[in-house]
């Protein structure tokens, strides 16, 4: 492991161990702090996500996309301190934490029998939702993780997810997708945060009116097993509280090929993320490059406006 790698494990695990144990007003002023220092320093992330900001809200002032980042670190990091507090939150601040709206699109589809997939952004705390569903609701889920460097990190989060209720699978492929499907044939539920591929198996998708890639296996999985497919995004207000609406099933269109009928599916996602994502853009925590415009140097806009980093 390099001194890096220690480094960030060991930093992860401070939050762990000492931000949980803060009381919750600390927390919040302590995140602010943080992503406000961040932000004024306007690293690779800050203006990473001024960039896909820009995307997002076409036409706004650099001011506008200035005041936006400010409010997109700060909800980050409200992110963070909550994520690294979840685990020492009773039973009752969790169901309490999550406000849901159109719900009954989750209830009927486990009612049906044939799975669910939740399919969301990286909205406002993804965490928190999870835990609520399993709390709340009483429903396990299965998700996936994404393997992290050092390894001692990864087996960090899987242990966090795993303490609020998440069964999590390690993201390799094949015997994931496998895994997951065996899941919602016995009328499981799967979440799976979809908003970012950037593998040669994405999806290309029309997004605030560029093309990224989404991943594929949402809409695979509801095609494979007859499981119910469902867009959800989240957002924060003022309150502790989060939001939360669950979108209208995807269908799977009634005609074409595998990978048409996975396209427009998955093009389907991602205008439901888009709905979510411009309604409060400074919940969206995109600190990467998402579009395939920005994944050509020559094309990057981040860097004919900051120079190189």
Known sequence: MSARERLTDALYGAGWGTVKKLPEPVAVRLGRTI????????????????ANYARVVPGASPERLA??????????????????????????????????KELHHLTDGMAAGKGVVLALPHLANWDLAGAWVTTALGIPFTTVAERLKPETLYDRFVAYREGLGMEVLPHNGGAAF??????????????LVADRDLSASGVEVDFFGETARMPAGPALLAQQTGARLLPVTLWYDDSPVMRGRVHPPVEVPASGTRAERTSVMTQALADAFATGIAEHPEDWHMLQRLWLADLDPARDPEKDRKGTS
Do not use: H, N
């Open 178 to 191: 496998g895994a997951l499907a065996r899941r919602l044939r016995g009328g499981g539920l799967v979440c």
């Open 35 to 50: 992503a406000d220092l961040a932000w004024k320093q306007r690293g690779t992330g800050v203006r990473r996500l001024e």
């Open 67 to 100: 005041e936006l980042s400010r409010a997109g670190m700060r909800s980050y990091l409200r992110y963070w301190m909550e994520s690294f507090r979840l685990p020492a939150w009773s039973a009752e601040r969790i169901r309490t934490g999550l406000d849901v």
